[in-house]
């Protein structure tokens, strides 16, 4: 990992930093390239955009993890339950992405359950999808154990898997009998070596071996893939896998932040290729977007360039 990563998602969990850093004028015009506003109207508008002007549907995500309590845990599910009964009223193609921190994990699987039960449920009676985000490498056993359970209540729902994790391949594997909904993306945390790859040669491989998976014979019916990557090489070498077949057995679609990688979304949506745009949104947001910046050493660099410009 290099060190510019290193320091970024370090301060990623520094309260001091994020406290600062929130007040910060130039921090929150930085911000608005990756995340159209706050608030779920915000999040709402530009997907009525990117719907209307691009045809491109989208996965709204409140921003926030680890909670202090259960209460707020719920005022977050009702938070989503609006929200799916906003995107329903609206006939929006917009489907919702959780973090199980934020339903309440730190404070039990089974009050993290109800939450995500109340969601799925909903999800099921309104015809939308809850994808599980995944979080840091403590959390992806009780993670991927949550999601069974629910994937057995509803298949109206998906879960993340990282590529830079060494155990992933196996992980996969044993959910693969399930006809699972999968988002495969490279990782986002600050892993030890032991656990994940520590060369981005070997995670970028990782996620291509990962992902052409999906495109075997034997995969059962119903599995779908979502690609979630910008990586533009990544991107085309999977296409050409997925064009190889002629049969794909699994559907899959391109995901991508938004405000990333612009110039690829058109090109896919020009070709034709389903792309769904992931959008973050909330007043939580400083340790999302460190991640944001340790993803590209050049956005330290626009960021430095916003605090001259002010
Ligand atoms: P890579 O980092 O190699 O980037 C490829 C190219 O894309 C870069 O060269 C650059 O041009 C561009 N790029 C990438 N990131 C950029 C940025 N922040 N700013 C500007 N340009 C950038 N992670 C996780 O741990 N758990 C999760 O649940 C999710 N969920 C998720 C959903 C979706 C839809 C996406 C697209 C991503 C996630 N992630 C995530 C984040 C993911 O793990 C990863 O950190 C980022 O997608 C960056 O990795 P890439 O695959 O884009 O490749």
């Given amino acids: 990992m290099s060190i510019m990563r290193s320091v970024l998602l370090a301060g990623a969990e520094n309260a001091w930093l994020r406290e600062r850093a929130m007040r910060?004028?130039?921090v929150r015009r930085s911000v608005s390239r990756f995340?159209?506003?706050?608030?779920?109207?915000?999040?709402?508008?530009?997907?009525?955009?990117?719907?209307?002007?691009?045809?491109?549907?989208?996965i709204l995500t409140h921003l926030g993890e680890n909670l202090s309590s259960l209460a707020e845990a719920a005022a977050v599910t009702a938070h989503y339950l609006e929200l799916l009964d906003r995107v329903h009223r609206e006939q929006l193609n917009v489907q919702v992405s959780v973090k199980l921190t934020q339903l309440g994990l730190d404070h039990g699987n089974e009050d993290c359950f109800r939450n995500l039960a109340l969601l799925v449920d909903r999800a099921d009676a309104v015809g939308n999808m809850i994808w599980i985000d995944m979080e840091?490498?403590?959390?992806?056993?009780?993670?991927l154990?949550?999601?069974?359970r629910i994937r057995e209540r509803s298949a109206r729902t998906g879960v993340c898997l990282q590529s830079?994790?060494?155990?992933?391949?196996?992980?996969?594997?044993?959910?693969?009998?399930?006809?699972?909904?999968?988002?495969?993306?490279?990782?986002?945390?600050?892993?030890?070596?032991?656990?994940?790859?520590?060369?981005?040669?070997?995670?970028?491989?990782?996620?291509f071996r990962l992902a052409s998976r999906f495109f075997d014979r034997g995969i059962p019916p119903g599995t779908f893939l979502g690609?979630?990557?910008?990586?533009?090489?990544?991107?085309?070498?999977?296409?050409?896998?997925?064009?190889?077949?002629?049969?794909?057995?699994?559907?899959?679609?391109f995901e991508m932040l938004?405000?990333?990688?612009?110039?690829?979304?058109?090109?896919?949506?020009?070709?034709?290729?389903p792309l769904r745009v992931l959008i973050s949104y909330g007043e939580f947001w400083f340790p999302w977007y460190m991640r944001r910046l340790a993803e590209r050493p050049a956005n330290v660099l626009f960021v430095a360039?916003?605090?001259l410009a002010r």
């Fill in 227 to 253: 690609i979630g990557t910008h990586d533009a090489a990544l991107v085309d070498r999977l296409r050409a896998v997925a064009a190889s077949k002629v049969q794909t057995p699994a559907r899959h679609e």
């Fill in 145 to 148: 154990a949550l999601f069974r």
């Fill in 164 to 207: 830079y994790l060494k155990r992933t391949a196996a992980d996969l594997e044993a959910l693969l009998p399930m006809a699972p909904a999968i988002r495969l993306v490279k990782g986002a945390y600050r892993e030890p070596p032991e656990l994940a790859f520590a060369q981005k040669a070997d995670v970028d491989e990782n996620y």
């Fill in 24 to 26: 910060t004028p130039f």
């Fill in 35 to 58: 995340m159209p506003g706050e608030t779920m109207e915000d999040a709402l508008e530009a997907s009525r955009r990117l719907i209307t002007e691009q045809g491109t549907g989208t």
């Fill in 136 to 143: 840091s490498t403590k959390y992806v056993d009780p993670t």
């Fill in 258 to 273: 938004y405000g990333i990688q612009r110039p690829l979304q058109t090109r896919l949506v020009r070709n034709g290729v």
């Fill in 305 to 307: 360039k916003s605090l």
